[in-house]
């Protein structure tokens, strides 16, 4: 993960926000190259979901809606994470991140040890509850340790529990709701009635213009509203570099279907859509995983809640959620404003609320996903059989950030570099091209390989000399072969769409 942050800051990918300010936790800004990726991406899935479908249509919303929209959403009363303070270092936690259990040897609780989330933390809480009973000098035998996380602490347990921050007990309060919606004021007034909030969700959109775009926008059940956008969590620990920030964006799509229609299958066929979307992106399939809901866990009103997940460095995490939410949502917005928000449905002469199937996804997850999946370090030998070190971005020509570098063998030849120049110039109308002159062939392939750019051409003498064509070297198999300008046209015309 250290070196993909690495790489992300000096390829220009990824800075932190206001970094000469020392950065601002949970917020993150997308450089020359992070900014092309990312709309790579958007504009991949906005492509497949809305302009490729002929049941789906697209919407731009608000980020700051009536601050009614959230009441009747639920996200005033209940969007909410267990918050856990720190009194001592002034450090807060989400209770659910943080790790407990008691030290107990000889069948005696004789303390107890706690540690943040991590891939490993049931083996840290049993290295903490080791070095405990020897610090302490206990005599006997150490029961395995039982991970638990705050949320579970019972009452008399809370000041018992070290903090992470000081390793004494303590200072942990017990844990609170702490609403993750951003306030902010409208208007020249700054009291209660200007509250309003930076949507943490872009799917009430869809919901609050349900009637607008039934109204005109000639569509039918079942058909979908698709929308990017960003959204704002006021995130308790923002953490793993992009994965939960405190701005960030989403791509999502309420799929509106029938009353009686088969919401399990509707529901079936998003999630197997939206795996066969992260394959067509370059995602392994050896790293997606499927996780159900358990139904207890599950809100009221939802009736299944599927997330694709993604093997990322620093363990198995949700990438996209793909839910069935009832009609809860419009019956909701519909009580709240006293607006109808039923369909009339012309086949069966019927009036309902329709259900939804939501699948929901950040593009910053998926950007992380794809910088992680592609990232790779390899012994390379070169053509004097000497072996160096190359760092690859295996990114799929859909979503590089660079199609093709263009690149004249040598920098002093009028010939060569007018070529070039003419080859970049005709790319670059259509796909993103760079021109790199700078320094040996060998060294300008890594610098390509580094950023993902799937493939490099060489203009050279047999360009000018001979039969027109150029060289094509191909970013993972490192081949080379020679191409005509209408075959590299042809080849990226296939692979980048
Ligand atoms: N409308 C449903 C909804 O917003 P969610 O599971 O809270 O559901 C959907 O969010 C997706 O948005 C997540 O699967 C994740 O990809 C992304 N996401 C959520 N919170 C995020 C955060 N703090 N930072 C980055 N991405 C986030």
């Known amino acids: ?14 800075f932190q926000s206001s970094e000469i300010y020392g950065g601002f936790n949970g917020f993150f800004d997308y450089g020359p190259l992070g900014s092309e990726l990312k709309k790579n991406i958007r504009d991949c899935w906005w492509n497949d979901m809305v302009r490729r479908r002929d049941d789906v249509v697209g919407l731009e919303t608000s980020i700051i809606m009536h601050p009614k929209v959230w009441e009747a959403s639920g996200h005033v009363a209940g969007f909410t994470d267990p918050l856990v303070d720190c009194k001592v270092s002034k450090q807060r936690y989400r209770a659910d991140q943080l790790f407990f259990s008691a030290v107990v040897v000889e069948g005696q609780t004789v303390g107890y040890v706690s540690v943040l989330e991590s891939e490993r933390t049931a083996e840290e809480l049993q290295e903490k509850a080791e070095s405990f009973k020897r610090k302490k000098a206990v005599q006997g035998k150490l029961a395995p340790v039982i991970a638990k996380d705050m949320t579970e602490a019972q009452p008399d347990e809370i000041e018992k529990i070290p903090s992470p921050a000081t390793g004494e007990p303590g200072s942990l309060t017990p844990p609170r709701a702490f609403n993750m919606m951003f306030e902010t004021n409208v208007g020249a007034m700054r009291d209660a009635s200007s509250v ?84 067509s992106i370059g995602l392994p399939e050896s790293h997606l ?54 369909y009339f449905d012309e086949a069966s002469k019927k009036k309902f609320v329709p259900h939804v199937i939501e699948p929901a996804v950040g593009v910053d997850r998926i950007l992380l996903a794809v910088l992680c999946a592609g990232y790779a370090e390899e012994d390379v030998t070169d053509e004097k059989g000497n072996v160096e070190k190359r760092t690859v971005l295996r990114l799929s020509p859909r979503i590089a950030p660079v199609k093709v570098a263009v690149l004249p063998l040598l920098k002093n030849k009028e010939l060569l570099v007018a070529r070039a120049r003419e080859l970049h110039t005709k790319l670059k109308r259509k796909y993103a091209v760079f021109y790199d002159d700078g320094g040996a062939i060998g060294r300008r392939y890594r610098r390509q390989d580094e950023i993902g750019t799937p493939w490099c051409v060489t203009i050279d003498f047999d360009t000018i000399e001979k039969d027109g064509t150029f060289t094509l070297r191909e970013r993972d198999s490192m081949q080379q072969k020679r191409i005509t300008e209408a075959e590299l046209f042809a080849l990226l015309d296939e692979q980048v769409y």
């Open 289 to 342: 995983s499927l996780y159900a809901h358990p139904k207890e866990k599950l809100a009221f009103y939802s009736k299944g809640t599927v997330d694709i997940m993604f093997k990322y460095p620093f363990g198995v995490q949700e990438l996209w959620g793909i839910a069935a939410r009832g009609n809860y949502d419009l019956t909701q917005h519909a009580t709240a404003s006293g607006k109808p928000m039923e």
């Open 1 to 14: 993960m250290d070196n993909i942050v690495a790489l992300a800051k000096r390829r220009g990918f990824i």
């Open 196 to 279: 309003a909030y930076l949507r943490p969700e872009t799917a009430q959109g869809m919901f609050v213009d349900f009637k607008n775009v039934v109204d005109t926008g000639r569509v039918k059940l079942p058909f979908g509203i698709a929308q990017i956008g960003k959204s704002f969590r006021n995130e308790i620990t923002p953490r793993n570099f992009i994965f939960r920030s405190r701005e960030f964006e989403q791509m999502e799509m309420e799929y509106f279907i029938a009353e009686d229609a088969d919401w399990s299958k509707c529901h079936q066929d998003w999630i197997a859509w939206c795996k066969d979307w992260l394959l």
